[in-house]
Structures are given as C-alpha cells and as structure tokens.
Nanobody, 115 residues
Framework: QVQLVESGGGLVQAGGSLRLTCAASGRINVMAWYRQAPGKQRTFVARITTSGSTNYADSVKGQFTLSRDNAKNTMYLQMNSLKPEDTAVYYC????????????WGQGTQVTVSS
C-alpha cells in the first residue's frame, strides 16, 4: 500500500506564494492535486504523468505550476498570486503503475489565503 503525504500548506496573504509537496512511499504513475473549499465539492486542480506531461484546471492556469521528481516519487505544486478563493484543503491522489485510477489519496493540507 502506497502512502501519500502532503505538506507545505499554511496561511498566506493574497498575492503570496506557497509550494505544496506530495511524497509517495512507493512507485506511482499519474499524480494530481484536487482541492475542496468549505461547503463545496472536491475539484480537480492539476495532474502530471511520469513523463512530466501536465494538465491544469482553467482556474489555475498560469498561476500554478506542477512538477515532479520521479526518483523521489515526489510532486510539487508551486502556487503563485494566491487569491482568497484558492483557500481549500488540497489533496494529492495518485495511481499505481499501469493505471490511471486514483487509488491512493493523501490526508490533505490546508491552504488559507487571507484578503
């Protein structure tokens, strides 16, 4: 069973930056970020394949940048120009090698952006 651990969340003022990290305890395939704001459904943020191909939600394009280090089974989400509407719990799911299904999920990390 692969464990995913997110870190890097916190409180930041609007316009600030944070970098989230998701570390996997074993080999994984596709990694992604989802977020869930209070009272709302969990929504897709971005995803990255082992080859480094990325996809972003329209709401974060040009604002967030996703990267990964396959040797470390770790993914990074650089979040710039943060807005209060980016406030949410950010979750990191991942799929096992050969699969696109997000079988593994982390516990989440809170990001709070103050105005």
């Amino acid at each position: 069973q692969v464990q995913l651990v997110e870190s890097g969340g916190g409180l930041v003022q609007a316009g600030g930056s944070l970098r989230l990290t998701c570390a996997a305890s074993g080999r994984i395939n596709v990694m992604a970020w989802y977020r869930q704001a209070p009272g709302k459904q969990r929504t897709f943020v971005a995803r990255i394949t082992t080859s480094g191909s990325t996809n972003y939600a329209d709401s974060v394009k040009g604002q967030f940048t996703l990267s990964r280090d396959n040797a470390k089974n770790t993914m990074y989400l650089q979040m710039n120009s943060l807005k209060p509407e980016d406030t949410a719990v950010y979750y990191c799911p991942a799929s096992r090698p050969g699969s696109a299904f997000y079988e593994y999920w982390g516990q989440g990390t809170q990001v709070t952006v103050s105005s």
